[in-house]
């Protein structure tokens, strides 16, 4: 078992934010690039951008989408954007140095939006902000699953892998596999229909106290390796919260086995980003405490090879 280090609460300067709140809640995706780690919350419409050689000091918010999500918590819920997934993409047509793609989860019709934030050489926004409908691309997966859950997604050598989350009542994980040479256009604007995933594996995490565990982001490694998160939750479909009854870091090796370490306390992590360190990788974690007032935390721990 790892126990992971708080590093920092995900605090904001009030006057930032649309509704004064000192703090990201909801956190969900994180991705590092070189000293920014950006995060995406699943009741906002805003980015967080944090300096990780800051760690005290308030993160910034990117708009992701205009205007404003209500401010009752049913009521938000409902309205969300739901946005579960941050990738950092390679140079695609129109954008040259990349660009951050973030995912709607599918869950329900008006979570099927992602934005694609470009990128300049040094990492980081242009400020342009490109959305795209997801319904074609999700709406085979539906036929899939069910309870269509899209919490991660990363690339991987030639691959545009996501994620798709289980509960109590579909328990298996999946892995959805993409050439990235087909997606990266449709991705783009330049292609009307998307191609059609050329791998799907259903994923096994396990179960604590007899619930199972179940993926929430994940983030490449090298040799095409990759590491995740995963969670517990004590709810029977994608739309309801529950308890978290445990939480989990692994790492799927190339050919494909599956190596678990769970995390002491049970946070919640539904966000993982990854640095080579010290004969292993230095895990980077976010949480999502489930109550708007409290701030996520960003964790860290080490995975020994």
Known sequence: MLTPQLLRQLTLNPADHPRGVAHLSAASGLVRVGDRLYVVADDEVHLGVFDSSAIHAPGALLRLLDGDLP???????????????????????GHAHGALLALGSGSKPQRETAVLLPLDA??????????????????????????????????LGNELLLLQRGNKGNTLSACIRY??????????????????????????????????????DGTPLHGGAWAFCAVAEST??????????????????????????????????????????????????????????????????????
């Open 71 to 93: 401010h009752d918590k049913g009521a938000r819920k409902k309205a969300k954007p739901d946005f579960e997934t941050l990738a950092q993409l390679l140079p695609l047509p």
């Open 122 to 155: 040094q990492g980081t926004p242009l400020g342009q902000v490109d959305t795209v409908d997801l319904a074609p691309l999700y709406a085979p997966l539906r036929e899939r699953f069910a309870d269509l859950n899209i919490e991660g997604a990363f690339l």
């Open 179 to 216: 050439e990235w040479n087909h997606i990266a256009p449709w991705l783009a604007g330049l292609q009307p229909q998307p191609p059609s995933p050329h791998e799907v594996q259903t994923m096994d995490l396990g179960e604590v106290d007899g619930v199972p565990l179940s993926l929430t």
């Open 236 to 305: 029977d479909d994608s739309y309801h919260d529950g308890a978290c009854v445990g939480s989990a870091i692994g790492i799927v090796t190339p050919d494909g086995q599956v190596k678990l370490q769970l995390l002491a306390g049970a946070p919640k992590v539904e966000g993982i980003a990854a640095q080579a360190a010290d004969g292993g990788w230095q895990i980077t974690l976010v949480t999502d405490p489930d109550e708007p007032r409290t701030p996520a935390q960003m964790l860290q721990t080490h995975w020994v090879l």
